[in-house]
Structures are given as structure tokens and as C-alpha cells.
């Protein structure tokens, strides 16, 4: 079974904070995703990575970073965190084939709280 | 942009009532079509999924999917639902061979014993 395992379920932060959300992988993935879900919104895509060392902006890259130092490991970087940043935190992953497309894996997800 | 439409917000039904949920989606290329699901305090999950070939496709628990690509359609269907079906429910479209998702606005689904 493809684990995607998110360091916190529930974090809570101060304006202006810096946060790291972690996410890690056991399956060998060469893709890995950064989602924030709002209600009405669904999922919007932060960033992603196809392989170390590597990232690509998604549709709402604005205020975040991301860090792929090692293959099975992907973080989520608020350098200064706002309000309007709390959401709900989705990370996931998939291998990256060369025939049928493959399917999204995704964490538990952690709920982000900035006061 | 792509974007994907999912018709209603929530809905609220009885079981063994039939449930469809609709999607659409602006982009006009090629797609690969999913329904995701996530039932409460659980983890996203794929559903099904549409790559070419049979329009009608297949799920887990009982639920399919028809793409329709005239109408830039691929609504969820499942005949008799069941107070287990109780869930959030997703479609997301990708470009062929993009590997990125576009989610739709989610529909909650509740259903009554």
C-alpha cells in the first residue's frame, strides 16, 4: 500500500510566522503535489516536483515555497504566514511512467490555523 | 484556464435513492477524467477514471462514470446509495499525459438512514 504521511494533522500559527509542512512517501514516487482545499474551492495546486531538486509552480504559488531535497520527501514553506493562508494543507504523489497515467496518492492532510 | 464544474454544492438523500453528480470542464484538448472521494475523516481517494476507450467506466463500490465529449461532461452515477456513501465527492480533469490536476468545487453528499 502507497503510504503519503504529513508530519502534523493540526498545527496552529501566529501572523507572520515562518512554517514548514512536511510531507514524506514511501512508494519510490518521482512526483509529488502541494494542494490547499477550501470549501466551494476544492483543491487548488500550490506547487509540485517531478524529481529532487526540482519544482514546478502550480495555480496558486504565491506566498508559498517548496524544498525537495530527497526523493520521498517534499515540504511546504510559508515564510511568513497570513490569515488568509489557513486552509486545509493536502500533499500527494504519483508515479511518473511512461504509459497509462498513474494515479494521485494523498496524505491526511494538515489543517493550518494562522491567528 | 481549465476549469471543472461540479453542478451542486450539497446533497442531501435518502438511501437507496439514486445519486448523479455532475461535471464539466472547459478544456477543449484530450483529458483524463477522475472521480475522487473523501469520506469523513479519511484520506482522499480515487473513485475511478476515464483514459479513452469504453465512456462508460467502472468504480469501487458500485459507482460509475459516463464522459460524454460533446458535452464536456464525466458525471458520477450510482444507482442505490447507502449511508456509508456519505462523503465529499471530486472531479478533477488533466491533459493527457500532464500529471496535473484541475479539481472541481467539491459536492458534499449526505445520506440519511
Known amino acids: 500500500d502507497v503510504k503519503v504521511t504529513q508530519s502534523s494533522r493540526y498545527l496552529v500559527k501566529r501572523t507572520g510566522e515562518k512554517v514548514f509542512l512536511e510531507c514524506v512517501q514511501d512508494?519510490?514516487?518521482?512526483?509529488m503535489f502541494w494542494y490547499r482545499q477550501d470549501p466551494g474551492l476544492g483543491l487548488r495546486l500550490i506547487y509540485f516536483?517531478?524529481?529532487?531538486?526540482?519544482?514546478e509552480k502550480g495555480d496558486i504559488p504565491e506566498g508559498y515555497s517548496v524544498s525537495r531535497e530527497k526523493k520521498e520527501r517534499f515540504s511546504l514553506i510559508l515564510e511568513s504566514a497570513s490569515t488568509n493562508q489557513t486552509s486545509m494543507y493536502l500533499c500527494?504523489?504519483?508515479?511518473?511512467?511512461?504509459?497509462?497515467?498513474?494515479?494521485?496518492?494523498f496524505g491526511p492532510g494538515t489543517r493550518l490555523t494562522v491567528l | 484556464a481549465q476549469s471543472v464544474s461540479q453542478h451542486n454544492h450539497h446533497v442531501i438523500l435518502s438511501e437507496a435513492a439514486s445519486l448523479e453528480l455532475g461535471c464539466n470542464y472547459s478544456?477543449?484538448?484530450?483529458?483524463?477524467l477522475f472521480w475522487y472521494v473523501q469520506y469523513p475523516g479519511q484520506h482522499l481517494q480515487l473513485l475511478l477514471k476515464?483514459?479513452?476507450?469504453?465512456?462508460l467506466v467502472k468504480g469501487i463500490k458500485g459507482f460509475e462514470a459516463e464522459f460524454i465529449k460533446s458535452k464536456f461532461s464525466f458525471n458520477l452515477r450510482k444507482p442505490s446509495v447507502q449511508w456509508s456513501d456519505t462523503a465529499e465527492y471530486f472531479c478533477?480533469?488533466?491533459?493527457?499525459?500532464?500529471?496535473?490536476?484541475?479539481f472541481g468545487g467539491g459536492t458534499r453528499v449526505l445520506v440519511k438512514p
Open positions: 476515464y483514459f479513452s476507450g469504453d465512456p
Open positions: 512508494m519510490d514516487h518521482e512526483n
Open positions: 478544456y477543449g484538448g484530450t483529458v483524463n
Open positions: 516536483s517531478y524529481d529532487v531538486k526540482m519544482k
Open positions: 478533477a480533469v488533466d491533459k493527457a499525459a500532464g500529471n496535473k490536476l484541475t
Open positions: 500527494a504523489s504519483s508515479y511518473d511512467g511512461t504509459s497509462d497515467y498513474n494515479e494521485q496518492f
